[in-house]
């Protein structure tokens, strides 16, 4: 009777001792290195995997690509002509009948490169909340860093962004333009919104995997946020008679900053912006890059539990 009370003694964990043995479950698994099945690696260990996966990233993605479209006759056409229609209506109605090109000299160039650029982060947005709680038989079924998701959904965003962006520069030297060697800094540009994006999608992936409604939500938040970023008014002609808080909170709003970098790039009369301009964009995509990473790492663990 005292052997088989000693053998039922349970350990500091409240897990029962093997039969026979007084040792917890516990130092057994530790004796033998067995981990908790799906347990959040450590974070240099993470971003190893990730990097180890990057070809499946990769490839996730362009399968994605692909199938966007599959089904439409025009393919991949309505990349581009989803924006290039939404910033037709928005030349009819905010450019002829509202008459927010006042101040502006080029403003088709100026439009069309605000749609296409804000629709990049707004995609990638929309795409991330969905990364997780779209793809939970895949996560159940195989073992990866969950992260591969949202940064794929992000790549696919990017490379709809540079097919668009053969049709923006054509309208742009279409609108009277020059080809200058300004026109480089759209590469860098375009980088740092890549890195902010990929932050915002893990960040919503997170919140989507637990709370499926913000799909509802974002379209409210993101017309919002569209309005507020001088897509298609002078954030500076309409700030001029408000107080200077409004004008710097709108012009520091991520959305308006890499707007502005691109349009500074590509459209001569643009001058707004300054190399704080630049300092906002690089902070923006550290902070959100980085903090949206830590952030959904945090819940590795817990996607697709249920």
């Not at 690509?65 to 928005?90: C, D, E, F, I």
Request: hydrophobic content about 50%; some cysteine; charged content about 10%.
């Amino acid at each position: 009777m005292a052997n088989s009370a000693q053998a039922d003694t349970l350990s500091p964990q409240g897990t029962s001792a093997p039969p026979g043995t007084t040792e917890s479950l516990a130092d057994l698994a530790a004796r033998y290195k067995l981990t908790v099945s799906g347990a959040r690696p450590g974070l240099v260990s993470y971003v190893k995997e990730l990097y180890r996966r990057r070809h499946f990233i990769v490839a996730f993605a362009n399968a994605k690509t692909r199938a966007t479209y599959s089904t439409a006759k025009l393919g991949q056409v309505w990349q581009v002509l989803t924006p290039l229609m939404n910033a037709a209506v928005y030349y009819l109605i905010f450019g002829q009948l509202v008459k927010t090109n006042k101040n502006i000299d080029n403003y088709v160039a100026y439009l069309v490169t605000g749609i296409f650029v804000f629709t990049f982060t707004q995609s990638a947005v929309l795409a991330g909340s969905r990364a997780i709680s779209d793809q939970l038989s895949l996560i159940r079924a195989l073992h990866f860093p969950r992260a591969c998701l949202p940064i794929s959904f992000t790549i696919v965003q990017l490379q709809q962004l540079l097919f668009s962006m053969v049709v923006l520069c054509a309208i742009v030297l279409g609108t009277g333009e020059p080809l200058t060697l300004k026109w480089l800094y759209v590469v860098p540009a375009l980088i740092l919104q890549f890195v902010f994006n990929i932050g915002l999608s893990l960040i919503l992936a997170r919140i989507g995997a637990v709370l499926t409604d913000i799909k509802q939500l974002l379209p409210f938040i993101l017309r919002t946020w569209l309005y507020t970023s001088g897509v298609f008014y002078s954030i500076s002609a309409y700030t001029k008679s408000a107080p200077s808080w409004i004008a710097y909170a709108l012009k520091a709003n991520p959305g308006s900053v890499y707007i502005e970098l691109i349009r500074d790039s590509l459209i001569e009369s643009h001058t707004d912006i300054s190399v704080y301009t630049w300092g906002l964009a690089v902070g923006w995509a550290l902070l959100l890059g980085v903090g949206g990473f830590v952030y959904f790492w945090q819940a590795e663990e817990r996607y697709g539990r249920g």
